[in-house]
T-cell receptor
Framework: EVQLVQSGAEVKQPGESLKISCKVSGYIFRNHWIAWVRQMPGKGLEWMGA????????RYSPSFEGQVTMSVDESVSTAYLQWRTLKASDSAKYYCARDTGRRAGLDYWGQGTPVIISS | SFEVKQSPSVSVSPGQTARITCSSDALAKQNGHWYQQKPGQAPVVVIYRDTERPSGIPERFSGSSSGSTLTLTISGVRPEDEADYYC???????????FGGGSRLTVL
């Protein structure tokens, strides 16, 4: 059974750093892309970008390039999304999803990680 | 960057047909996908590659494509279909993706 399990909710202050995780099981991690999707409170879905499990090839949406960093650790089948300097506008729920691209879209999703940035 | 436009929200009575459209220039040459999101839940793909339905998705969900426009059709709408629906489309190269703004389906 394919599963993506994300790390728990985070409450941080502006200016702090953060790294959230997405641990996958049930398929070969290195053979697939993982996408990250942002959903701000009461708003729609935003595709932030995707990273390939096998070689860390990364594609960032222009809206998020330079704002976040995606990475993977194949040894533990885990993808990460990190911020160096958080802003209040980073408050959102972040989803990871297995990204099959044109083939079948985002076919398996994590449960989402809520991130609250508040002073 | 590129834009993915969705039709506004739609309200229908149970048993009626709901249609949601999505347009983006690249959809004339590339495939897109549709997702359903219910409150407090992660999205679920209901149609992929314009017209394909994943296993487990009811037959009342169907997709079609014409030119640069995708259409999600829900025939015989049921109360449990009330949700937000998003289309996802790529850029012309198929490398970068974006979601439409979402369409809320209300079942009266």
């Amino acid at each position: 059974e394919v599963q993506l399990v994300q790390s728990g909710a985070e409450v941080k202050q502006p200016g702090e750093s953060l790294k959230i995780s997405c641990k996958v099981s049930g398929y070969i991690f290195r053979n697939h892309w993982i996408a990250w999707v942002r959903q701000m409170p009461g708003k729609g879905l935003e595709w932030m970008g995707a990273i390939y499990g096998g070689d860390s090839d990364t594609r960032y949406s222009p809206s998020f390039e330079g704002q976040v960093t995606m990475s993977v650790d194949e040894s533990v089948s885990t993808a990460y999304l990190q911020w160096r300097t958080l802003k209040a506008s980073d408050s959102a729920k972040y989803y990871c999803a297995r990204d099959t691209g044109r083939r079948a879209g985002l076919d398996y999703w994590g449960q989402g990680t809520p991130v609250i940035i508040s002073s | 960057s590129f834009e993915v436009k969705q039709s506004p929200s739609v309200s229908v009575s149970p048993g009626q047909t709901a249609r949601i459209t999505c347009s983006s220039d690249a959809l004339a040459k590339q495939n897109g996908h549709w997702y359903q999101q219910k409150p407090g839940q992660a999205p679920v793909v209901v149609i992929y590659r314009d017209t394909e339905r994943p296993s487990g998705i009811p037959e009342r969900f169907s997709g079609s494509s014409s030119g640069s426009t995708l259409t999600l059709t829900i025939s015989g709408v049921r109360p449990e279909d009330e949700a937000d629906y998003y289309c996802q489309a790529p850029d012309i190269s198929g490398t970068y993706w974006a979601f439409g703004g979402g369409s809320r389906l209300t079942v009266l």
